[in-house]
């Protein structure tokens, strides 16, 4: 394992993806690795915090798979 500092290269060819950061940040990182992640990769969210929206709440680990389209 390594420690890069480019979000998008610390995400190539992961099968696992942990995200420990601030929830406002949340978007920004995901928007910049969508589109990088392996189709078969699994999110794991240690963040806390939720998401409201019109639609209602929605967690961090929603938000996350949804915006990566992974399982």
């Known amino acids: 394992m390594d420690s890069v500092a480019d979000a998008v290269d610390a995400v190539k ?3 696992h993806i942990v995200v420990v950061i601030p929830h406002q940040f949340i978007q920004h990182l995901l928007d ?4 990088h992640t392996m189709p078969n990769a699994r999110a794991i ?13 929605t967690t961090m680990t929603q938000i996350i798979h949804r915006t990566l389209a992974i399982p």
Not at 32 to 35: A, K, N, S
Not at 45 to 57: A, D, R
């Open 13 to 15: 060819g992961a099968t």
């Open 32 to 35: 910049t690795i969508h589109g």
């Open 45 to 57: 969210s240690l963040i806390k915090g939720i998401g409201i929206s019109n639609q209602g709440m």
